[in-house]
């Protein structure tokens, strides 16, 4: 099943930029270079990637990798139909074919056959070798292979092969900082200035807390939702409740503790 998601955007989607990513993304598609994104989750990377196809007038595809994700998936296969049997293109060959920019977000929870299908388009050749139909597919001049993973989820088994990163230029990001945040959260709640610092405030502090045993902390992702409750008329500390506190966590002692973190800073 194709999972993909083409978008041809008109207007760049908003997007604050960290640290200079935006112009790095841009000689990168200039220089034919591919990219690789690390970092946590709901920091901003595929709002980076969407405002950056939109910017470049390039049509976008995006795939959500999975662990069941495969080589053939990407590539594309053979569908038997009413005519007979077809070859159907996958979103990697599309993107290749069309010149589009393809996203493959947390490429390291693919299975490992995609890989090898990724390293001949990541280099200097700029081809996809279409196995079950012998084509070597040159990529057209717009096609940018971008791929993203969280790097706190690795684990030895997920992990991506030294000769993968290597073909890639990498850009590591990390949560906005305050001030940025701030304005995110202003611009993708509508709330007004003095909410949006209370709530990077709490961030900030949810942030400094080490000692549990959280896998992740709280995203921008997470912000933007409570403030969404928030700009909507659910009291503060109950859109805290439901958007970040129950969203990072199962167990009750953390979710007090977070919850009393909550309770100081707002
Ligand atoms: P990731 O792909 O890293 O998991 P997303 O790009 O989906 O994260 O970001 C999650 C949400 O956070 C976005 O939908 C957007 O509302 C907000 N966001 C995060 N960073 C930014 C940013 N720099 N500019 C604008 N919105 C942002």
Same mark, same amino acid.
């Given at each position: 099943?194709?999972?993909?998601?083409?978008?041809?955007?008109?207007?760049?989607?908003?997007?604050?930029?960290?640290?200079?990513?935006?112009?790095?993304?841009?000689?990168?598609?200039?220089?034919?270079?591919?990219?690789?994104?690390?970092?946590?989750?709901?920091?901003?990377?595929?709002?980076?990637?969407?405002?950056?196809?939109?910017?470049?007038?390039?049509?976008?595809?995006?795939?959500?990798?999975?662990?069941?994700?495969?080589?053939?998936?990407?590539?594309?296969?053979?569908?038997?139909?009413?005519?007979?049997?077809?070859?159907?293109?996958?979103?990697?060959?599309?993107?290749?074919?069309?010149?589009?920019?393809?996203?493959?977000?947390?490429?390291?929870?693919?299975?490992?056959?995609?890989?090898?299908?990724?390293?001949?388009?990541?280099?200097?050749?700029?081809?996809?070798?279409?196995?079950?139909?012998?084509?070597?597919?040159?990529?057209?001049?717009?096609?940018?292979?971008?791929?993203?993973?969280?790097?706190?989820?690795?684990?030895?088994?997920?992990?991506?092969?030294?000769?993968?990163?290597?073909?890639?230029?990498?850009?590591?990001?990390?949560?906005?900082?305050?001030?940025?945040?701030? @304005?995110?959260?202003? %611009?993708?709640? /509508? !709330? *007004?200035? $003095?909410? +949006?610092? =209370?709530?990077?405030?709490?961030?900030?502090?949810?942030?400094?807390?080490?000692?549990?045993?959280?896998?992740?902390?709280?995203?921008?992702?997470?912000?933007?939702? @409570?403030?969404?409750? %928030?700009?909507? /008329? !659910? *009291?503060? $500390?109950? +859109?805290? =409740?439901?958007?970040?506190?129950?969203?990072?966590?199962?167990?009750?002692?953390?979710?007090?503790?977070?919850?009393?973190?909550?309770?100081?800073?707002?």
């Amino acid at each position: 099943m194709d999972h993909s998601e083409q978008h041809r955007l008109g207007a760049a989607p908003y997007y604050a930029e960290q640290a200079g990513e935006v112009a790095l993304f841009e000689h990168a598609f200039g220089q034919r270079l591919p990219l690789l994104i690390k970092g946590p989750t709901g920091c901003g990377k595929t709002r980076f990637v969407e405002h950056m196809a939109a910017r470049l007038g390039r049509p976008l595809i995006t795939v959500s990798c999975h662990d069941d994700l495969s080589a053939a998936d990407l590539v594309g296969r053979h569908l038997i139909g009413a005519s007979g049997t077809v070859w159907a293109d996958g979103p990697l060959t599309r993107a290749v074919r069309s010149g589009a920019i393809c996203y493959l977000d947390e490429v390291v929870e693919a299975r490992k056959d995609t890989t090898v299908v990724l390293h001949p388009l990541a280099d200097d050749r700029r081809v996809l070798p279409i196995e079950r139909t012998g084509e070597q597919l040159a990529a057209a001049p717009g096609f940018m292979l971008v791929i993203s993973y969280n790097p706190g989820y690795q684990n030895l088994l997920k992990s991506l092969k030294p000769s993968t990163r290597q073909r890639f230029v990498a850009l590591t990001f990390s949560y906005p900082e305050a001030a940025v945040e701030q @304005a995110i959260l202003q %611009a993708e709640a /509508g !709330v *007004a200035a $003095p909410l +949006a610092a =209370r709530l990077v405030r709490l961030a900030q502090a949810l942030r400094r807390l080490t000692d549990h045993d959280l896998e992740e902390t709280v995203s921008t992702r997470l912000l933007v939702m @409570a403030a969404r409750l %928030a700009a909507s /008329g !659910v *009291a503060l $500390p109950v +859109a805290c =409740r439901a958007a970040i506190v129950d969203a990072l966590t199962d167990d009750l002692d953390t979710a007090a503790a977070l919850d009393e973190v909550v309770r100081a800073v707002l």
